[in-house]
């Protein structure tokens, strides 16, 4: 989840799975894909950030183990 501010500065948190495109025109505006719209503070260059950490978090904690050790390839059978 990504967290982006309303207009009247109330915080909420988005899926940013869902998002089908963002526009800015002045306002950035999250179109889901459900047709939902959000109007949001944060400009396009910013969303597009959040989610680009969002992702590199997800892909960081799937290369970790339950050891908090990066897994290790499996052994080669021989």
């Known amino acids: 989840m990504i967290v ?7 915080r909420f948190a988005v899926n940013p799975d869902l998002i089908e495109r ?3 025109h002045p306002d950035t505006v999250l179109l889901m894909i459900n047709g ?8 396009m260059d910013d969303v597009i950030g959040l989610i680009a950490d969002f992702r590199a978090r997800v892909v960081a904690g799937a290369s970790t ?14």
Request: aromatic fraction near 4%; hydrophobic fraction near 35%; avoid cysteine.
């Open 4 to 10: 982006v501010t309303r207009l009247n500065g109330t």
């Open 22 to 24: 963002i526009q800015e």
């Open 36 to 43: 939902a719209r959000y109007v949001v503070l944060e400009s």
């Open 65 to 78: 183990s339950a050891s908090g050790l990066p897994d290790e390839p499996p052994p080669r059978m021989v």
